[in-house]
């Protein structure tokens, strides 16, 4: 029989927050949830009680986090697993964005999982060890164009994820990126936001992005309950898996980049041993 655990999830109101929440409820664990409007999970909180913890918060309001943090320790005690979820994109070509919704979007999807994380590491540390979850995308390995903010924001995530995973190992702190492909989530509508187009764009690769967001007519290919599963099951890992792939056209993506970086990095090896200073010469 599964242990009961507690989770730490930003974003339980939709997408993968909304999926893992239901599912980890179902099965008899506790969830302290962020939202940004409470009465979004009235439906859940009303069935489940006391085990379902809800906060308000705007990842963007760091003093806010770390309030909302504490408490949820103080008042539930452990907690197994904090689970970074909350998030959007921002698509358009760079030019194409406003300077609030560059600064928005580094605050949310950046800026407020690392401080989301440094806010629980204290109490993580002095409960013996747990679990930090970062939802990422197969754009935290690759990229496309007319995402450029998006990729920032996600690159950043898992480099920040990665280096403090080799920090926390020695405190039993596992630390895990998830990369989902496309998913039959609410992200193409709620969860993704367009820079104003430019003409001069019209016709170019990154002009794309903005068709492709408004084709209503293209499914993704992911199951979202399954990947919520993956994720919720990867707590039984041991260690915890760095990087975990979801969907098919994720690991084409991923694969295709690291395959081309790689090929990229070994045509430069007697380049970058040139500029080695050589002793003796």
Do not use: C
Request: hydrophobic fraction near 40%; avoid cysteine; aromatic fraction near 6%.
């Amino acid at each position: 029989m599964t242990q009961q655990r507690t989770w730490f999830i930003t974003g339980v109101n939709s997408g993968f927050g909304r999926l893992m929440t239901e599912q980890l409820l179902a099965r008899g664990d506790r969830v302290a949830g962020t939202v940004r409007k409470l009465e979004t999970m009235a439906d859940l909180k009303q069935q489940y009680g006391d085990r379902l913890w809800l906060a308000q918060l705007d990842m963007t309001q760091t003093q806010q986090i770390q309030k909302v943090v504490g408490a949820a320790f103080d008042e539930l005690g452990k907690i197994d697993a904090i689970v970074s979820n909350a998030g959007y994109g921002l698509f358009g070509a760079a030019e194409e964005l406003s300077d609030e919704q560059v600064v928005h979007q580094l605050a949310t999807n950046l800026l407020g999982p690392i401080m989301l994380v440094r806010a629980a590491l204290p109490h993580l540390r002095a409960q013996g060890g747990g679990r930090i979850i970062g939802l990422s995308t197969f754009g935290g390995q690759a990229t496309l164009p007319g995402g450029s903010l998006y990729h920032a924001s996600k690159w950043g995530l898992e480099g920040f994820l990665e280096s403090i995973g080799q920090e926390l190992a020695a405190f039993q702190i596992g630390v895990t990126i998830i990369e989902p492909g496309s998913a039959r989530t609410n992200f193409r509508h709620g969860g993704a936001q367009l820079g104003q187009p430019l003409d001069a764009y019209q016709g170019t690769p990154a002009a794309m992005v903005h068709a492709m967001l408004k084709d209503t007519s293209r499914l993704p290919l992911g199951d979202p309950t399954k990947m919520s599963s993956i994720i919720i099951d990867s707590v039984e890992q041991t260690p915890a898996p760095r990087r975990i792939v979801l969907g098919s056209d994720s690991w084409g993506i991923i694969r295709k980049a690291l395959t081309e970086r790689l090929a990229a990095v070994e045509a430069q090896q007697e380049l970058a041993a040139s500029t080695d200073i050589v002793p003796g010469a």
